[in-house]
């Protein structure tokens, strides 16, 4: 089966890259090969995720000591207080700190984990109800500043009240929640990539983008967190509109695909032979269709259209843009981190690596993330 020969291929590179990497953490590709970083960026939790999968799936001690190495140096990071100032936390600590405790139960991790999400918890501002997305408390340009990517370090906070009985951190994620679907989700189901409010008041201002291509366009890697985003939130609090928001946003991203089913950077920018892809939000919304479908009802109409594309998108994925059968550091070709920005437009990215893993290991054993705690 196509899924299980890409399994295998990636967890090959994966133990390969153990070594390579040692205690630094691939980011994403210059030349092919991964830029190698300290535990100091929002993309540290990825590696730590691929590990923990891997072992998952092999059982192999390897994995598992690397895994539990980088939750070392992630507790590290909490306790110097590393650029954490941002609202990427719950990626970082749900990957690694999480992910240990999901896979084996251990009880520190489990802590390490409680304590991120209270440091995500700094990051709410009560007079906007809202959780700021990156820079300090009164940031005169980064205040009031949300964004879509914020989705997914929502289920940190969910699982935070789960474990404590605290019902704020549940409180602040579904309130974030809820302000992205009314302020980032627009009526026509595409979506900002970042929204401004008034800091003092919470008034709103209006919509923007960071990385897409104009204010008003949909940056595709925001439009698959958001599919992913809504799963989640209504995987934790059932709330019928966040599964309609995330059946609404796959929808778009499903009808704006290009013949070979995986997005472009933007869906609204002009298409050339030159256009840049961006492999990772495909993998980021097969992850999260995967989830949608999950918690969709065996009678749902619509279950049979997102599973035709999710095996769409999954097989062009893996025969077209995947690096199964070469030699290669990265699993996942023709990323995009900021096209604008002139930030590596047509490299590995190590989140896109992530969730296309993701994708494959729930599609092939059902062996889901580390989102949430298993059945
Ligand atoms: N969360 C940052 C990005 O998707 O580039």
């Not at 509109?241 to 472009?264: C, G, N, S, W």
């Not at 279950?303 to 699993?331: H, N």
């Amino acid at each position: 089966m196509v899924w299980k020969k890409a399994i295998e291929d990636a967890v090959a590179k994966t133990l390969n890259n153990i070594d390579r990497f040692g205690d630094r953490f691939p980011h994403v590709s210059q030349n092919g090969v991964y830029r190698q970083i300290e535990n100091n960026d929002w993309t540290n939790g990825f590696w730590s995720g691929m590990l923990w999968l891997c072992y998952e799936y092999t059982q192999d001690e390897r994995y598992r000591a690397a895994a539990s190495r980088t939750v070392d140096s992630f507790r590290r990071r909490l306790i110097n207080h590393v650029v954490l100032d941002h609202h990427d936390v719950g990626f970082l600590y749900s990957l690694s700190a999480k992910a240990q405790w999901i896979v084996e139960k251990d009880e520190e991790a489990r802590r390490l984990a409680l304590q991120a999400a209270d440091v995500l918890m700094k990051r709410w501002r009560e007079p906007g109800r809202y959780i700021q997305a990156w820079g300090p408390a009164g940031d005169p340009k980064e205040g009031g500043r949300i964004i879509i990517d914020c989705l997914l370090n929502l289920p940190l906070l969910y699982w935070a009240s789960e474990q404590t009985g605290n019902p704020q951190y549940r409180e602040a994620a579904a309130t974030q929640a809820d302000k992205s679907r009314r302020y980032l989700v627009r009526g026509d189901d595409s979506s900002y990539h970042t929204f401004f409010f008034r800091p003092e008041t919470g008034e709103p201002i209006g919509g923007a983008t960071h990385q897409g291509y104009t204010n008003g366009s949909t940056w595709t890697r925001g439009q698959a967190w958001g599919i992913y985003g809504f799963a989640l939130s209504y995987r934790y609090m059932k709330e019928p509109q966040y599964l309609e928001t995330a059946k609404r946003m796959a929808r778009y991203f499903i009808e704006h695909l290009p013949a070979d089913h995986v997005a472009y950077w933007d869906f609204n920018v002009p298409v050339t032979p030159d256009t840049y892809r961006d492999s990772s939000a495909s993998a980021i919304a097969a992850a999260g269709l995967l989830e949608l479908i999950s918690q969709l009802n065996v009678q749902d109409p619509e279950r049979a259209y997102f599973q035709e594309w999710l095996v769409k998108s999954m097989t062009s994925l893996v025969q077209c843009y995947s690096t199964v059968g070469e030699e290669a550091e990265g699993l996942l070709k023709r990323g995009s981190y900021h096209v604008r920005g002139g930030l590596s437009p047509d490299d590995f990215m190590i989140w896109g690596d992530y969730f296309y893993l993701e994708s494959l290991m729930r599609l092939e054993r059902g062996i889901g993330g580390y989102w949430y705690e298993r059945d």
